[in-house]
């Protein structure tokens, strides 16, 4: 059996009594990838927020369980959180230019993470940030290493993020929508850098998407979130290409990356979290919603290798 790196089960998370993420229940294997996707709003930077222990009691209100390896995200003493970000959990932010610090150079901001896990010294670290931008394809390393972020464009700044992510050789890297701030003839380079350099590592990845033919591309398994639940998840090719639940049919139906022949969007907006329908979530919204809709929280069931929430799977 392999272990699970991410294990969330029935993972609750409030923000002044409203459910931002409702009942959720994840697993990722250690060595797999995982894509989040979903509307904007949908929780997932939330719940990537929350597995790096950025999110706890009192600010939140957590129910269930959110384990990364054997550490209890939610319960874990402050110093043991500290030690798995930038350590075993390695995170890049859509907007490199928001996330780097201005007054710091290229070296410093590799440096930081290096001495503070690794307690290398100042030389060992100048060496392991020419390596590291090596390993990101930024050419010339040794000039980058003096260079202030406003010196390097975006894409360059990307991958200096990138190279700070994976600085400690990370067991789980979280890439919150990593390529969206960025050119898209450059989104596919970048996206394709991070996953090579997440399996040199063996690691495992949580990739949060928007765009459903980047998941196929990079992901082993999807995880389809609606309004803080997860309506679908399994393997990549089987959520992706036979979609069961009628919200995922919705969004492959609306993204031309599929060959959509007439894009189909999908009516209505994301009611507020504070105001969500009782049973299923996406109810308002869907073509094939019932009275019992309504009423129950849908039943989440197996259907292969995935499980679909909803009264009509
Ligand atoms: N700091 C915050 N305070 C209050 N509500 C927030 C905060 N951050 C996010 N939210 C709300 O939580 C929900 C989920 O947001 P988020 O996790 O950012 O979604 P996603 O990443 O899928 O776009 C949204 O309704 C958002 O408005
Ligand atoms: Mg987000």
């Keep these: 059996m392999t272990a699970n790196l991410l294990s969330v089960e029935h993972f609750t998370l409030r923000r ?21 996707i979903g509307e904007s709003g949908a929780g997932k930077s939330t719940l990537a927020f929350a597995a790096l222990g950025l999110l706890r009691p009192p600010e939140v209100g957590l129910e269930g369980r959110l384990m990364v390896g054997d ?21 890049i932010f859509q907007d490199a230019s928001a996330a780097l610090n201005p007054c710091f150079t290229v070296l410093a901001h590799l440096s930081e993470p290096l001495r503070r896990h690794r307690r290398l010294s100042r030389a060992a670290c100048r060496a392991r940030a ?15 290493l003096a260079a202030f972020p406003h010196e390097l464009s975006g894409g360059m700044q990307q991958r200096v993020m990138i190279a700070i992510a994976l600085a400690c050789e990370p067991e789980l890297l ?64 089987e959520v992706l290409n036979h979609p069961q639940h009628p919200y995922t049919r919705g969004l492959r139906a609306s993204a031309i990356e599929f060959g959509a022949e ?29 009275t019992e809709c309504g009423v129950g929280r849908p039943p989440r069931v ?10 009509h799977a």
């Design 16 to 36: 002044r009594g409203v459910a931002v993420l409702d009942d959720v229940t994840i697993q990722l294997p250690a060595g797999q990838t995982l894509a989040l």
């Design 262 to 290: 007439r894009l189909e969007p999908i009516p209505g907006v994301v009611p507020p979290l504070s105001d969500m329908p009782g049973g299923c979530r996406f109810a308002p919204r869907c073509k094939l919603a019932t």
């Design 130 to 144: 020419i390596e590291l931008l090596e390993s990101v394809g930024i050419a010339d390393p040794q000039a980058r």
């Design 174 to 237: 979280i890439a919150d929508e990593p390529t969206s701030a960025l050119d898209v003839t450059i989104q596919a380079q970048i996206m394709v850098l991070i996953l090579e350099r997440v399996r040199a590592l063996g690691a495992s990845a949580i990739f949060v998407l928007h765009d459903l033919a980047l998941a196929a591309q990079v992901a082993d398994r999807v995880a389809v979130m609606y309004a803080g639940q997860i309506v679908e998840e399994g393997p990549a090719a």
């Design 302 to 311: 197996e259907r292969g290798a995935s499980s679909i929430a909803c009264w």
């Design 71 to 91: 550490i209890d995200v939610a319960s874990a003493p402050e110093g043991e959180l500290r030690a798995l970000r930038g350590r075993r959990i390695g995170l």
